[in-house]
């Protein structure tokens, strides 16, 4: 009895599961922008310099 329940339980709560994702949006879009103040030469200089990638990547900001 006991083990038939948790099975409802859990065929119920993966029922749930799938029926919230077809509910979901098919596609999310994320977009982010900032302005900076240089000439685009000078930003090109700095971006293609592989020297320069530890002072403008946004992603190694935490790294110690």
Do not use: C, Y
């Amino acid at each position: 009895m006991l083990l038939r329940r948790v099975f409802a339980i859990l065929l119920a709560a993966a029922v749930l599961v799938v029926v919230l994702g077809f509910l979901l949006p098919d596609k999310t879009t994320v977009e982010r922008s900032v302005t900076i103040e240089r000439a685009p030469e000078e930003i090109f200089d700095v971006l293609v310099d592989l020297r320069q990638f530890p002072h403008w990547a946004p992603w190694l900001e935490n790294i110690s």
